[in-house]
């Protein structure tokens, strides 16, 4: 099944700095542009780090150590950054990146498993052309049904399963699928269910065996 790439749904619109930006002006352009973090380039704009609202909030208070291990190796980093002035102090290194050509899902697991908002987009040299949020990625759901109907046949059945495009009926809204009729020996539901599951802008798969009612 083919999701949409990242770079289908990325902005391609990245405010960006270099390791030399002061911190003045990196506060400047975060509340400028209403955003929560910003990106670090080279000169090759290849992204190098991350400057976020937290890492100028170090200024105002720096940090105590408590004793701990873990404490004092946050510790030293959050008094680096409350001494830093630029960029290049400021930023958390290395930042987290998706390729151009990531699929959504890939971008979404990403994202969870680091408990993030976005990601930065690179092409394949590996320099800056984008970002992609939460947000961003959630523009799959907002698929036509037809659209959703029309892959979910084409590729889920008849491509994937190798089954005719009238042996199932497929009935999509606002992304709840469902499908009902006989299945051959050979397709289990569990299967239709997985392969129409991974088709982008789906909420929801039920099967009703053919002659079984909506309940109520």
Not at 13 to 35: C, M, N, S, W
Not at 85 to 107: Q, R
Request: charged share 25%.
């Amino acid at each position: 099944m083919k999701h949409q790439k990242v770079r289908d749904l990325m902005s391609d619109a990245v405010i960006r700095v270099q390791h030399g930006t002061p911190f003045k002006e990196i506060a400047h352009l975060l509340l400028e542009y209403d955003i929560t973090a910003v990106p670090v380039v080279d000169d090759e704009n290849r992204p190098v780090g991350v400057v976020s609202e937290a890492d100028l909030l170090q200024k105002m208070w720096g940090a105590e150590p408590d004793g701990s291990a873990e404490y004092e190796e946050w510790s030293r980093s959050a008094g680096r950054k409350a001494s830093a002035t630029d960029a290049a102090g400021l930023m958390t290194s290395p930042p987290l990146c998706a390729g151009e050509d990531w699929s959504v899902v890939d971008a979404a697991r990403v994202l969870a498993r680091h408990g993030i908002k976005r990601l930065l987009v690179v092409d394949a040299d590996g320099r800056l052309i984008g970002v992609v949020s939460r947000s961003d990625l959630l523009r799959v759901f907002l698929r036509a049904d037809r659209a959703i109907r029309t892959e979910i046949i084409e590729e889920a059945l008849v491509k994937s399963l190798g089954l005719a495009p009238s042996s199932v009926q497929v009935d999509v809204t606002h992304g709840h699928v469902v499908l009902s009729g006989l299945l051959p020996g050979h397709v289990s539901v569990p299967a239709l269910e997985e392969h129409c599951r991974s088709v982008d802008g789906v909420v929801a798969v039920e099967f009703r065996p053919a002659g079984e009612r909506p309940a109520g």
